[in-house]
Each structure stands twice: as C-alpha cells, then as structure tokens.
C-alpha cells in the first residue's frame, strides 16, 4: 500500500509515527505534500517518508489519502486535488463539520470517502479515533482504513450523526484533561511540591484512573466512590468540586464544543 497525507502537521506526524512504528506501511512507502518548507523538512527528518510540495502528486501515487490539513483549508485544497483523484482511491478525512455529503458535493463525483475524528493522544500511541463512510466503500476497505487507524490508539466505527458528540467527548477532550491536570499541579504546588513533581503526580493519577475505567468495566460512579471513605478528604474534595459546578461546567463544555462542530 502506498500511503499519502496532504499536510504534515502534529496529527498527520502522530499517525504516521504509529504507522510506521506498528509495521503497518512503511517510511518508504508514505508520501507527504505541506506547503512549508520547514514541515517537509521535518516529517523527512523525523519519519524518513517522502515529501513533496505538490498536493497532486501525493494523489497520484498514493492507494489511500489522508487529508490531514485544517478543516479552513479542505475546500481550496479538494478542488486542486479533485481531478486527479481515482475511482479506486481511499480518501481518509479528519476535520470536525465536514460530512460526508458535503465532501461529496465539493469532490462533484462520486468517490471513497471515510471519516474520521482522531484526538492529540494518538502522538504516543493512545489516540482515539470514531470513523464511518460512504456507501462506495466495501467493508474490506472499511477493515484496511481500521488497520491504518490503529496504528496509533483505539478506533470504533460510528454512525455519522454523532460525529459531533466524537469532537466533544474525545477530539476535543484532551484540551480540558490538560487544563485538569494543570490545576491539579498548580494546587499541589500551593501545598509545597515541586512543579515538574506535581505534574508527574497529576498526570499518572488521569492515566491510572482511566485506564481503571477502561479495564474493570465498572461504572466510573462506583470507582469514584471506591475512592470515598466517610468523613474522608475525598468526599470534601468531591463535595467542593460539585458546589463549584464541576459536572455542570464539563458538561456545558461539551455541549458548545458540540454545537461549534456542527457548524463547521
């Protein structure tokens, strides 16, 4: 398989990085088109792929595109791309608010499409990813994209309609654990721990507590209250973070994250 990426910024370099270091496709088998110099320079350095400047030619010799550039950009760019592109071609995306009927409008053909919403964590190998397609996709491509995706963390096949939910509870998500582990740091500091120390403490006790979420199956309900011993300090910290409005603060969050991928 050859593989091709338009734009080689921090997601396109994540998944690639985890491509290549799973022995999914190798170095010499990716193409990647950026428009800055410095990019190009970059991913060749780094990654040892092959770059280019020229969006076409990334299209030419490639089975399978990602188009991995700002979701600003993917109209300007489909239309220089979109003559040059096959019958027999995967076209990947992973911008937020563009739907597959709205690609198809601005390709003006019928081609293979599939969706993405990849997060920042796929850059050490822990991404989440929802992905769906169009009809012209067979399932046995649908499988090779799955292969390709998992390459840097989990994927699960989604119905378009929550597309924008996927930005909220994951695409975006990252921003608010960082901001989350930023305070918890800053708190600790404030008690007199060093600051590199204190983001070590915060940022294992995120990983620690999803990776519980995720391997026991139990309801994150039950593992907060595992954690709540009466009359303990984690039933006082819970108690002030539920009088700040913590629940309701991530949860409005989420919501306008929402809305704003629906009008992309």
Request: some cysteine; aromatic content about 4%; glycine content about 8%.
């Amino acid at each position: 398989m050859k593989l091709g990426f338009i734009g080689t910024g921090n997601m396109a370099s994540a998944m690639m990085g985890g491509i290549i270091k799973n022995g999914i496709v190798k170095a010499d088998e990716i193409i990647g088109s950026d428009i800055s110099q410095e990019g190009r320079s970059r991913v060749r350095d780094s990654l040892n792929i092959h770059v280019t400047e020229d969006n076409r030619d990334v299209v030419r010799q490639a089975d399978t595109v990602v188009l991995s550039v700002k979701p600003q950009f993917y109209e300007s760019v489909i239309q220089e791309i979109r003559e040059d592109v096959r019958e027999d071609q995967l076209m990947i995306t992973i911008a937020p608010g563009k739907t597959l009927n709205w690609l198809e409008e601005q390709f003006k053909r019928e081609i293979k499409l599939i969706r993405t919403m990849p997060n920042t964590p796929a850059m050490v190998g822990e991404g989440m990813t929802a992905a769906c397609c169009n009809a012209r996709v067979t399932e046995e491509e649908m499988e090779s994209a799955v292969r390709l995706l998992e390459g840097f963390g989990r994927v699960e096949m989604v119905p378009e309609r929550l597309m924008d939910a996927v930005v909220a509870v994951s695409g975006s998500s990252p921003a608010y654990v960082f901001m989350m582990i930023e305070a918890m740091a800053d708190a600790a500091v404030s008690g007199g721990m060093p600051r590199q120390q204190a983001y070590r403490f915060a940022a294992q006790a995120v990983l620690g507590s999803a990776k519980m979420v995720l391997e026991t199956g139990r309801h994150p309900g039950e593992l907060k209250d595992m954690v709540c011993s009466p009359a303990g300090t984690t039933i006082e910290a819970v108690r002030t973070l539920e009088e700040k409005g913590f629940r309701s603060a991530v949860f409005e969050a989420m919501k306008a994250c929402e809305e704003m991928s629906g009008k992309m």
